[in-house]
């Protein structure tokens, strides 16, 4: 049983002899409760609302998880503000959501996933990179290696705040910035790889258009219009070469054997083919491989099984009494 609750106070009271709860929840303002649109105010209980819930099974004692969801703006190697979500339930372990291309934080899969995981007790921080979204920064076409330090940014912020990064998750180019980033710094020890990309030479042409290589040469950028004509972005030469110097393989191979990594992909992908995923449960030493039949690029219609999948594995590779990592500050703690 779970509740997400922005409140200041709440009881929890058991019936004996019943298998009935009442939750009553104290509310500071009731205008702006979640529950003021379910619960309106009413006689008696313009402070208050109280719910009965019928539970039909019950084995263990049950205990609300309070969770508040706050903006957290956090500095960048390159002093810019990166913005992001924290979903707090009171948890030390904190997992971290990584976006893609041109996505941001407040995307489906990256709600979905924070969500899921808050409703297991484990605080989440959804976060946009630089250049994207709410942070700040100009967006750059390539920018994998500055993406996996934006990340590493937001991991020395919290750690230096005494939380403990259980696992870091990236969906599309955020995989490949979770990679990335375990393959420079032995501190995670669960990453999960949501659609990314083994190849990234591939599907360029898809974007820029043929003879892409030739054009930028002669012109220094190409400009990306939508179907209506309208700038979405500009891609210039040097970021076009970030991309292409940037080597997954050579990372998969330089992730250390004590992090568990996980690669989810969908058979009705798009935009990364599902032959990508086979590529790195080739070369990642640590490496499970689940393969959603159906599911697009974004699990559009595949989101539970998504958060299924990610939350066994972070539970089954979580241990409270197991093996110690080092943290991002340099000291040593539990890995969860």
């Given amino acids: 049983m779970y509740w997400a609750i922005n409140l200041q106070r709440f009881s929890l009271i058991r019936r004996r002899h019943h298998r009935r709860f009442v939750i009553s929840h104290h509310v500071r303002d009731p205008a702006d409760s979640e529950l003021s649109a379910r619960f309106p105010a009413g006689p008696g209980r313009s402070a208050c609302v109280c719910v009965s819930i019928i539970i039909k099974s019950l084995k263990y004692s049950i205990f609300p998880i309070v969770v508040q969801r706050r903006r957290v703006v956090i500095p960048n190697s390159h002093g810019e503000k990166l913005v992001g979500i924290l979903h707090e339930t009171g948890s030390k372990q904190l997992v971290i959501v990584c976006h893609g291309f041109q996505s941001t934080k407040d995307r489906i899969p990256m709600v979905n996933l924070a969500a899921a995981l808050e409703r297991e007790g484990i605080s989440a921080f959804r976060f946009d990179f630089s250049g994207n979204g709410e942070s700040e920064g100009s967006f750059l076409y390539g920018n994998y290696r ?80 939508n179907k209506k004509g309208k700038l979405e972005y500009r891609v210039t030469q040097e970021s076009l070469m970030d991309r292409l110097s940037t080597d997954i393989h050579a990372a998969c191979h330089m992730i250390c054997q004590d992090c568990r990594v996980l690669t989810i992909h969908g058979t009705k992908d798009k935009m990364v083919p599902a032959e990508d995923a086979l590529e790195f449960d080739k070369f990642i030493p640590n490496h499970k491989l689940h393969i959603i039949e159906g599911a697009d690029h974004e699990f559009t219609s595949h989101q539970d099984e998504l958060a299924s999948l990610v939350i066994q594995f972070i539970k089954a590779n979580y241990q409270k009494d197991g093996p110690t990592s080092k943290r991002a500050d340099g000291t040593i703690d539990s890995r969860m």
């Fill in 146 to 225: 500055r993406e996996a330090e934006d990340l590493r940014a937001i991991v020395q912020d919290f750690c230096a705040k005494g939380r403990v990064i259980t696992a870091i998750i990236g969906h599309s180019k955020g995989g490949n910035a979770v990679l990335l980033y375990a393959s420079k710094y032995n501190d995670i020890s669960i990453v999960i790889n949501i659609s990314g990309r083994f190849n990234l030479k591939r599907g360029i042409e898809g974007r820029l258009g043929l003879g892409y290589l030739q054009r930028i040469k002669q012109n220094g950028f190409i400009d990306v219009r």
